[in-house]
């Protein structure tokens, strides 16, 4: 396992505008960044809020033109969510489990997630618009298109984070998962290979059966996740330098483990009827 460094800085991008589609966000990045009297350094790792890049590939859904069918009907009525709402959380995933007011999915790109990731917060809506926003199409593409325009242009190597808060099970409030990254080391074996090392501090040999690996990828983006916020912050860019753990072969994620099975006893809660 790599020794990790002792400390490292990370802070939001200012003066970020409000992203409409089709913007580009390497634009985005760099303005900002000069705005501040900054730029990108060799190893920074730039994490990016899932919902601007949503925004920029146009991953709107107008809700009026949602055809609902029997199904969605019959859940929203066991359920606490606009019945439009779940036919979207139908199209993008398979439905584990739900309670009267949380839906676990697994959406097409094999995250488990609450209601598939479709969001509809920080989205204008008008009486002549109702939109809800859809994860994007590939994270893992767009955080390479993204690392390789920046390495170009600043003449360095980092890693691009693609992220969306997300709440986990059985446990109160969000944190940041990671959808698509480029260039870092999302997941590092726990324990090293020579078993003669693989002691505490006192001795006792650790068992490697149950954790093998630690979840990078996890961890930066919760880091992120704490300086975007998660209402009107407009702060959706972090930039996190010195924490220096790359990997030019790692272009995905490589955290979604499908064969894991769910604990799925926090949603044992009876639905509405």
Do not use: C
């Not at 009486?127 to 993204?146: R, Y």
Request: charged fraction near 25%; glycine fraction near 6%; proline fraction near 3%.
């Amino acid at each position: 396992m790599k020794s990790y460094k002792k400390s490292f800085e990370a802070f939001a991008l200012e003066n970020i505008p409000l992203i409409k589609p089709g913007d580009n966000i390497i634009n985005i990045i760099i303005d900002s960044l000069k705005e501040m009297n900054e730029k990108l350094y060799e190893n920074d790792i730039v994490i990016i809020s899932s919902k601007i890049i949503s925004k920029i590939e146009n991953r709107y859904v107008d809700m009026r033109n949602i055809e609902v069918s029997d199904e969605a009907i019959e859940l929203s009525q066991k359920v606490d969510k606009d019945p439009r709402i779940i036919q979207l959380i139908l199209q993008e995933s398979k439905v584990l489990a739900f309670t009267s007011t949380h839906m676990l999915t697994r959406n097409k790109h094999g995250f488990v997630t609450m209601n598939a990731g479709i969001d509809r917060h920080n989205i204008e809506n008008t009486d002549s618009m109702d939109f809800a926003l859809l994860f994007p199409e590939d994270a893992d593409g767009s955080a390479f298109s993204i690392r390789r325009i920046l390495e170009e242009y600043y003449n360095i190597k980092i890693g691009v984070i693609i992220q969306d808060s997300t709440s986990t099970l059985s446990r109160y409030g969000t944190v940041g998962m990671p959808i698509g990254s480029s260039g870092v080391k999302m997941l590092d074996r726990a324990y090293d290979e020579d078993d003669q090392k693989n002691k505490d501090l006192y001795g006792r040999t650790i068992q490697k059966s149950n954790r093998p690996f630690v979840n990078i990828g996890d961890q930066l983006s919760s880091v992120g996740n704490l300086l975007m916020g998660e209402s009107s912050d407009s702060t959706p860019i972090v930039v996190i330098r010195g924490f220096n753990f790359f990997d030019e072969s790692q272009e995905s994620t490589n955290l979604v483990n499908s064969e894991i099975p769910i604990d799925l006893s926090v949603f044992s809660e009876e639905p509405n009827d």
